[in-house]
């Protein structure tokens, strides 16, 4: 028997999951930084990092919910719910990298990359917490959606000769 943590994810499954959103949010962040870099040579920095943030937490997004959290929830809700995780990537990785130019006006790239996977790596362990929950509740709530239907479907199955799963019923159950 598994120990419940308190948002229905197993205790020792929490650690997968947790690897495997560094994993995925990692190749994420590692590519968006790169593109953030090149794009910082034809774009303001704050232009190009908000294009970097957004298209980047949208394919982190649906990483994670297919990959990391393997839910079966997506779309646009789910977004909408991480949308906060946006704004909050966006304040801390702008902040940074605007006070690193302000040190240093020509920062070397290696620099501006190591500043940005840092303060991202920051904002992904907040991400986690936040994309967990989102995921986490969709997954209690699908099974509760599932115990119901199925309760439906056996009081509905009532007057016939067996339940949804096969197990015979009485006549008129009711």
């Known amino acids: 028997m598994s120990v419940e943590s308190t ?4 205790a020792n499954r929490s650690w997968a999951v947790f690897v495997r959103f560094v994993v995925c949010g990692g190749a994420v ?4 930084s790169g593109a953030l870099v ?10 190009a990092n908000a294009l970097t943030t957004l298209v980047s937490t949208v394919i982190a997004t649906e990483v994670h ?4 959290f393997r839910s079966p929830r997506g779309g646009w809700g789910v977004h909408l719910q991480s949308s906060l995780t946006v704004a909050l990537s966006f ?8 006070i690193l130019h302000e040190a240093s006006p020509k920062p070397a790239a290696l620099l501006e990359y190591g500043v940005y996977l840092s303060v991202s790596a920051l904002a992904g362990v907040i991400r986690f917490i936040v994309l967990r929950a989102v995921f986490s509740h969709s997954r209690s709530s699908d ?20 339940d949804v799963d096969g197990r015979p019923t009485r006549a008129g159950c009711g």
């Open 38 to 47: 090149l794009l910082d040579r034809v774009l303001p920095l704050a232009v």
């Open 65 to 68: 919910q297919r990959v990391t």
């Open 91 to 98: 304040a801390l990785t702008t902040g940074a990298l605007l």
């Open 143 to 162: 099974r509760a959606n599932e115990r119901s239907g199925a309760q439906r479907r056996r009081v509905r199955g009532c007057n016939r000769d067996a």
């Open 29 to 32: 962040g590692v590519a968006s």
């Open 7 to 10: 948002s229905h994810w197993p």
